[in-house]
């Protein structure tokens, strides 16, 4: 687990190689770029869980997965609403693109497992997940978003997925 929290904060880091001009740091992010990577960010996780409600018969699995699909849509929701109110549009970057990228083969290696270590593995990306981007929102996005009602909404959202954090590391201890 912790070589599963390693590659995804390395693939938070190896994102800094964009092109010139543009933010290459997570930090360096204006607020619109920071909302985009917070969406991606929701719409994987929400990904994650779907897929887990078609492989997984775990009942924890099943309903923390039901929890992720809730939750992370009524944040992109919130965040939608919040652009619309401020005129605004999410703009894509560098470390929303990593993200994909990074999720588009965890997907495909998740898909070819079952059963039980299917259930481990989503269990341990979730937390794994969760760690790196709540750190991600915490400390880099959360104190360099300029803009106060984002910044509310930023942290509304980290209060939510600091308690996912703490059901995926249960989930974890439950499955090992």
């Not at 092109?19 to 740091?25: D, F, K, L, M, S």
């Not at 779907?50 to 849509?73: G, K, Q, V, W």
């Not at 083969?105 to 481990?120: Q, W, Y």
């Amino acid at each position: 687990m912790n070589t599963l929290k390693a590659i995804l904060l390395a693939g938070f880091a190896g994102c800094c190689l964009a092109g010139a001009g543009q933010a290459q740091e997570p930090a360096d992010l204006d607020d619109l770029e920071i909302a985009h990577v917070a969406y991606v960010a929701d719409n994987i996780d929400i990904r994650y869980a779907h897929l887990a409600l078609a492989i997984s018969d775990n009942p924890d699995i099943r309903t923390f997965a039901e929890t992720m699909i809730r939750d992370h849509m009524a944040v992109n929701e919130q965040a939608l609403a919040l652009l619309a109110k401020l005129g605004a549009e999410a703009k894509d970057n560098f470390l929303s693109q990593s993200l994909l990228e990074n999720a588009d083969k965890l997907v495909d290696e998740m898909s070819g497992l079952r059963g039980a270590a299917f259930d481990k593995r989503y269990a341990e990306n979730e937390l794994a997940y969760h760690q790196a981007v709540n750190d991600l929102v915490e400390n880099s996005f959360i104190p360099n978003i300029e803009n106060a009602d984002v910044k509310a909404l930023f942290e509304a959202g980290l209060a939510i997925f600091k308690v996912h954090q703490g059901h995926a590391e249960t989930m974890v201890g439950t499955l090992q």
